[in-house]
Every structure is written in C-alpha cells, then in structure tokens.
C-alpha cells in the first residue's frame, strides 16, 4: 500500500480531477458517556445553556462544512446534505452523522469531523454537571468514533 500524501518531494494534496463526479455518502457514529441524569435533564430540555440537541446538531453540520480547513489534506467538496441525529442510551448518546456530495472523492473525513465535533458540544453543554467534586469528569467520555458506511455510487 503506497501512501498517497507523501512523495520524494513532500506533502501533496492527492489530485483527484481525472475522477469522475459520482454520488458519495459517508455515515459516521460515535457515543459520549455520560451520567444518567445528565441524560435526564438533556432529554427534559433542563439544561442551563440550552438546546443540547439542536446546539450540537448545527455544531455537527458548520465542522463537516469546514473540514478541508481542519485536515489541511483533505478537498474542499460541494456537500449536498448533512444530517446529524441522536439516539439515547441510559448512560450515553449516541450520535450519527451522514454526508452526502456528488464529487470525485469521499466524505468520510466529513463524517468524522462531523459526528466529532457534535460529541464535543455536547460535552459543552453539560459540563457543569458532569463535573464532580474537584472539576474532574470521571464518568463523561466520547468513545467508538468510526465509519459505519461508506458508498460510491455510479
């Protein structure tokens, strides 16, 4: 396996223009841990900062529109759509972040980035109350980032 960045001369952008435009979609998962009633009061809509979900949903969407200026390496791609949903667990969230282009090359880093940076804002959000005694965080953790699908469609 030959690394496509890297050559005799130095760091590259891989070129990707000789590709055809064809449809890509990219889903990427990924789960913050959390109390149980951190997840109580999100799902109550008790939060001190607001909208855990919808705060974290537009934080999800503006990452995958700006990860080609995160990973220096990656194309700047015209997205499609984005969409970035929640599933609750007794002690965790779960989030899923789909992208969808027509270019010539993947939106898996898009996907990543995504469902990433919606964790984090989670984590945000509710801080205060994951905290315990000596501002540690002994239970909140973000975990199992990955790439559950990715297509090519021509």
């Not at 999100?42 to 705060?55: Q, R, W």
């Not at 499609?80 to 027509?102: H, M, N, W």
């Not at 000596?134 to 990715?150: F, L, S, W």
Request: glycine share 8%; proline share 4%; aromatic share 6%.
């Amino acid at each position: 396996m030959e690394l496509t960045h890297v050559d005799e001369r130095g760091v590259k952008m891989v070129e990707v223009g000789h590709k055809d435009v064809v449809f890509r979609k990219a889903v990427a998962k990924g789960r913050i841990k959390l109390k149980p009633e951190t997840i109580e009061l999100i799902k109550a809509g008790k939060t001190k900062k607001g909208n855990v979900i919808a705060t974290a949903q537009i934080a999800g969407i503006l990452a995958v529109k700006k990860t080609p200026e995160l990973i220096p390496l990656c194309h700047p791609i015209p997205l499609t759509g984005v969409d970035i949903s929640f599933e609750f667990g007794e002690d965790y969230i779960e989030a899923t972040c789909e992208v969808r282009a027509y270019y010539k090359t993947g939106v898996e880093m898009e996907a990543l980035t995504g469902v990433t940076v919606a964790l984090l804002t989670v984590w945000d959000m509710v801080k205060a109350v994951e905290k315990d005694e000596n501002g540690q965080y002994p239970v909140t953790r973000i975990e199992d980032i990955h790439v559950v699908e990715k297509i090519k469609q021509k």
